[in-house]
C-alpha cells in the first residue's frame, strides 16, 4: 500500500495559494534586488558594468509595480515573503564585492553573481506565467510576461558584457600584474 502525504483536509492549498505564494516570494526577491544593484553599480571598475547594474535597477523598479498590480487586482495587499534562494543569491554577490574589491575579476564576479540572480528570477517568472495561464489570469500572465522578457534581455546583455572584454580583461590584468 502506498503512503500519501497527509494534507489538511478542512483547507487543502490550491494552485492559486501556490501563484500568491511565489508572487510573495519574487516580489520580496525584487524589493531585495532594487537594494543590492546601486551597491553593484557603485563597486563595478568599469562604466559598461556599472551601467548595466543602474540600467536593471530602472528596470527592476518597473517589475515591482507590475507586481504590486497583479497583488491589487487579487485583492491582496502586496507583501514579500523571505526567501532564502534570493537571500544566498545576493549574500554571494555581497562577497564578491567584498572579497574582490579593487582585483582586476571584480567586474567578471559581478556579472556571473548578476547572472544567477537573472537565472533565478527567469525560473521564478516562467513558473508563475504557466500558473498564471491556468488559473485564467490573463491580466497576470501579461504583465508577468513582460517583466519575463527583460529578465532574458538583461540575461542576454551581461552575457554579452562578460564576453565583451570584462572576462578578458580579468584575465589579462591578472596576468600583468604577476
Known sequence: ???????KKSNPKALQDLFLDGLKDIYYAEKKILKALPKMAKGAESEEAS???????V????????????????GVAARGKTC??????????????????????????????AQAVEHYEIARYGTLITWAGLLG?????????????EEEATDEALTALGESGINDRAIQETAEAA
Open 1 to 7: 500500500m502506498a503512503t500519501t502525504r497527509k494534507t
Open 51 to 57: 551601467a548595466a547594474f543602474e540600467k536593471h535597477r
Open 59 to 74: 528596470e527592476t523598479e518597473g517589475q515591482v509595480e507590475r507586481l504590486e498590480q497583479i497583488f491589487e487586482t487579487m
Open 84 to 113: 532564502p534562494a534570493i537571500d544566498g543569491i545576493l549574500e554571494e554577490g555581497s562577497e564578491i564585492l567584498e572579497e574582490y574589491a579593487g582585483s582586476p575579476a571584480l567586474d567578471a564576479g559581478l556579472v556571473a553573481a
Open 137 to 149: 489570469m490573463t491580466e497576470a500572465e501579461d504583465l508577468l510576461s513582460a517583466t519575463l522578457a
